[in-house]
């Protein structure tokens, strides 16, 4: 249950106002100025660039779990900070109050190109770090998730997943954005409804995790 919660956060974040709209921009750049074979270039520099913000998210998911690890006779208060926190997650995407740093976002320079895979995995990890201020209420929700289950390696699992949730609709669209047009308009037009929607799943996680109710649940499920 934790792992596709995580999954599902990352799939979020996609339609989140911090990368959806930028997405044309992302392929324009992956697909620098090669024109022939320039499909083959595209998929294979968003392939680097997921696994650069990837090997930086599960990092994050290796400290996160290691730290909650360290405190398991503070159970019950892990849980009811970090339950708090996300809930204060969730009530910036509703609009109940504006956290002005989780809208910050970077966008990439149009006149510098990745000449490669590996270059582009640098940029996935630089630009992991640009992004995390806005993609801050769901991201943060899975790093506390994972800290919530103290074990690194737990850790690192829910992150890979979250970073799985928001690298394959990634790819995929970076070679399908013209096809997916449509669908994006779509998402534009509702981001208000969408964020108040995530925004409330957020809520509830939050008060799951700090009642505990969380942790009972995904045991009864394993």
């Known amino acids: 249950m934790q792992f596709f919660i995580t999954f599902l956060e990352g799939m979020i974040t996609f339609v989140s106002p911090c990368v959806l709209p930028l997405l044309p921009l992302y392929v324009l750049y992956f697909a620098g100025d090669q024109q022939e074979g320039q499909r083959d270039r595209t ?21 996160a779990g290691t730290l909650g690890g360290l405190l398991p006779r ?20 509703m609009e109940v109050f504006r956290i002005g740093f989780l809208n910050r976002t970077l966008k990439p320079e149009s006149s510098v190109r990745p000449t490669g895979f590996f270059s582009a ?43 799985l949730g928001l690298g ?40 799951l995790m700090m009642t505990g109710l969380f942790t009972r649940l995904t045991a009864q499920l394993r």
């Open 168 to 207: 394959i609709p990634f790819v995929l669209c970076a070679v399908l954005l013209d096809r997916l047009r449509g669908a994006f308009r779509f998402i534009k037009q509702h981001y208000r409804t969408i964020n108040r929607i995530c925004g409330g799943f957020l809520v509830l996680l939050g008060i």
């Open 121 to 163: 995995l640098v940029f996935g990890v630089v630009f992991a770090v640009g992004w995390s201020p806005c993609t801050g209420a769901f991201l943060g929700s899975a790093m506390l998730l994972a800290a919530n289950q103290a074990s690194w390696i737990t850790g690192m699992v829910l992150l890979l997943c979250y970073s």
């Open 43 to 63: 998929l294979l520099n968003a392939l680097g660039f997921v696994l650069g913000f990837t090997i930086l998210f599960v990092l994050l998911g290796l400290f």
């Open 74 to 93: 503070y159970q019950t208060a892990v849980n009811l900070v970090t339950g708090a926190i996300v809930v204060v997650f969730g009530l910036h995407y």
